[in-house]
């Protein structure tokens, strides 16, 4: 008979004394308890159960790691309790199998710490394939499309463990990574690959596919959220994503490519972002994509073509393709600090490097040897570890105690907005963690927010509102006049839904708006629901309202890699001064019914500007910047007077514009202030506007979110 595994995996949270509990269900049994405590003293491990089975010993078996290919008999016992008193050197590398007639508990001291939707992997102790093969299960059963993927709950984050002795992940393989022969990893949605060495050659993998589900594999405009970082592809990469897909600190050893190989048409995708990434034989190829932004990545000196269509930035990249029509390359990036990540370091603990800031950066942040600069935090002493059924009481208590917050894989309910008023403070999700405003009565008023403080990053988090509210995540107060300068606030990762999966109609004034000074973000999605699991059209346009995408009113803010999407009003509304962005993607909203409906300026100008700079504002720089109008929802009539919006002032310019349509009638008339042409004669090209011979906007008077706005329950701690 075969045995039935309950994976129940039970980690250490304090050295020498008893964990928390973990529960679980059964098939033939009611719901058990078990706990773990590690002596560090001893070195020994006490596992203790709730009875389970009808009669006979409880048999314990020991493993290296969770699908370890061997497991040693380590005794058995009539009690409830068993004590392994010589476990694996490593407290980590011991799992255990508690087997009773035909039921089996699997525990181990790594889940209490990550819980259920982390996966680790340790090639010590099993094969090449291994993690393939139960990756890839994942992805045909929860990853791949339809319910089973771009709408579902289910988060999950793989971690591997670094290699030793000279052994890869990579089982062997030939060819394109869509092909049965590569023996690919395929990665789905809401999923991410970590490796947990200090640098990428640490974690080497064979070849990895983010395989698209529409067109039979071709069209990649719907593969979003999932990620990678700090490991090293040694075959085809072939990462065909769009947006909410970020890939960092990686290496990449052979060929890549940036849209699917896989059927006969419709070979185009919506994507990017890629920063920090060395490229060492092979210049990548983008084929047909949109639009695309590299930050901060090497790639092999040479001349051959890098693919792309409309838009590719290039920023702080050695070897960059030369300045053109599509490409625009920016030599350095002004300010950054890299996104935090999880690694084991070499006492065998768990620890987040949280790297340093550096300014006006070329190239890669990290070398084969050196991690690179930054600080080095121990996981179980200085983050709280949420795990999904965590409310938003219990991780606003964890901040307030002085944790930060290391958000595993899941759907995080809150009744209540995370509040972030700490100095340095953390928020680092995995797996595309979702925090979720739940569809209380009073609970209005938002899902995170950031007070106006040095140094806070949030980083890696997935925002859906199933209520109305002001915004979504808002950073600063309206009055924030603090200098961050010199520890700016940081903002990596960050995706903000609108739509798509309730049913009730819900109205959000903006998706993000930015008050505080000196900001830096690294990669939005900002999204407006084009399509989702509720009906849309004319439904669409009532149901799930939101104005704004981004609204900026703080100072010195820097965004780069910025993606903002059918919002119903000004996509982008910049109020701040010394702005900068560097690359943004947008379409209007697909389903505004007539024009008497979506129209600016007090009724005078067709649609909204993507992106809007304030008359007020007398400095501000953006380049590539595109714009590409999918008006396919309306009445047939309806049409967006500009692209792009900016005051006529001297300090004020922006570079690089594109405009196009893909689909329906409606077309954008103007690429900018009324010049550069419509979309009905195809792609339209600004190279630079600055104080230029275009009409400035009206001014206009800005409704935005303000005290008065918020519930007054909301009681924030300063």
């Not at 006492?347 to 490097?353: C, H, I, M």
């Not at 009324?674 to 004669?681: D, K």
Request: aromatic fraction near 12%; glycine fraction near 10%.
């Amino acid at each position: 008979m075969s045995t039935k595994a309950i994976y129940l995996f039970i980690t250490l949270a304090f050295m020498s004394m008893l964990c928390g509990f973990i529960t679980f269900d059964a098939p033939d049994e009611k719901k058990q308890e078990s706990k773990i405590v590690y002596n560090k003293k001893k070195h020994s491990i006490t596992l203790s159960w709730q009875a389970f089975g009808s009669s006979g010993p409880y048999v314990i078996t020991r493993g290296g790691s969770r699908l370890a290919s061997d497991f040693v008999s380590v005794g058995s016992t009539s009690k409830l309790t068993f004590t392994d008193k010589k476990p694996n050197a490593d407290k980590y590398e011991n799992y255990y199998k508690i087997t009773r007639n035909d039921i089996t508990l699997v525990v181990s001291l790594e889940n209490q710490i990550f819980g259920d939707n982390v996966y680790f992997y340790d090639r010590k102790y099993e094969k090449a394939e291994t993690a393939r093969n139960e990756m890839n299960a994942h992805f045909a059963t929860i990853g791949r499309n339809g319910a089973n993927g771009e709408w579902t709950t289910k988060r999950q984050a793989y971690y591997f463990k670094a290699n030793i002795n000279g052994q890869t992940y990579d089982s062997g393989g030939s060819g394109s990574a869509s092909s049965a022969e590569a023996n690919s990893i395929e990665l789905g949605f809401y999923s991410h690959i970590g490796g947990l060495g200090k640098v990428p050659s640490e974690v080497k993998l064979g070849s990895v596919f983010t395989r698209p589900h529409l067109s039979g594999g071709a069209n990649a405009t719907c593969t979003f959220w999932r990620s990678m970082e700090n490991v090293t592809v040694m075959r085809d990469f072939a990462w065909t994503v769009s947006q909410s897909t970020s890939a960092r600190r990686m290496s990449v050893e052979s060929t890549s490519k940036y849209i699917s190989d896989v059927g006969n048409t419709n070979f185009w995708g919506s994507g990017g972002f890629i920063a920090d990434t060395r490229y060492t034989t092979n210049r990548p190829n983008w084929g047909g994509q949109q639009q695309w932004y590299t930050r901060n990545t090497v790639f092999p000196a040479g001349s051959a073509a890098m693919g792309g269509s409309y838009n590719m930035v290039w920023q702080g990249c050695v070897n960059a393709p030369q300045a053109d029509n599509i490409n625009s390359p920016v030599s350095t990036t002004p300010v950054i600090r890299e996104k935090p990540f999880l690694f084991i370091d070499k006492d065998g603990e768990y620890k987040v490097f949280v790297p340093a800031w550096q300014k006006d950066r070329v190239g890669i942040s990290w070398s084969e040897t050196d991690m690179g600069k930054g600080k080095i935090q121990d996981l179980l002493t200085d983050w709280y570890v949420a795990k999904e059924g965590d409310t938003d009481v219990e991780i606003n208590q964890a901040l307030k105690a002085g944790k930060n917050i290391f958000f595993t894989p899941g759907h995080y309910a809150l009744n209540a907005p995370i509040q972030v008023n700490r100095k340095d403070a953390i928020l680092l999700g995995a797996g595309i963690a979702s925090v979720t405003l739940e569809p209380t009565e009073k609970n209005t008023w938002g899902c995170i927010y950031v007070d106006d403080k040095d140094g806070i990053i949030v980083a890696g988090l997935l925002m859906d509102s199933f209520n109305s509210t002001t915004y979504q995540i808002r950073v600063g107060n309206e009055d924030a006049k603090a200098d961050h300068s010199a520890n700016p606030i940081m903002l990596t990762d960050i995706t903000c839904r609108v739509g798509g999966v309730q049913a009730k109609n819900i109205q959000i004034h903006t998706s993000m708006q930015i008050n505080s000074n000196h900001v830096v973000g690294d990669h939005f999605w900002l999204w407006r629901a084009d399509h989702g699991s509720q009906p849309g059209g004319k439904a669409r346009w009532i149901r799930d309202r939101s104005k704004n995408g981004l609204i900026v009113t703080g100072d010195d803010v820097t965004l780069y890699g910025l993606f903002a999407e059918h919002y119903q009003e000004y996509e982008v509304l910049w109020l701040g001064e010394r702005g900068r962005t560097y690359f943004l993607q947008n379409e209007p909203p697909y389903d505004a019914p007539n024009q008497a409906s979506w129209s600016s300026q007090g009724g005078r100008v067709d649609g909204y500007a993507a992106y809007k700079v304030a008359n007020t504002v007398k400095d501000h720089q953006g380049i590539g910047m595109g714009s590409y109008a999918v008006l396919t929802g309306t009445d047939g009539k309806v049409n967006k007077s500009n692209g792009f919006e900016i005051p006529n002032t001297p300090n004020v310019k922006l570079e690089k514009m594109c405009t196009t349509r893909f689909a329906g009638p409606g077309q954008i008339q103007n690429v900018i202030n009324g010049i550069g042409g419509s979309t009905a004669t195809g792609v339209k090209r600004v190279a630079l506007y600055n104080n230029g011979e275009g009409t400035q906007p009206y001014d206009e008077t800005f409704d935005l979110p303000n005290n008065e706005s918020y519930p007054g329950y909301i009681v924030m701690e300063k």
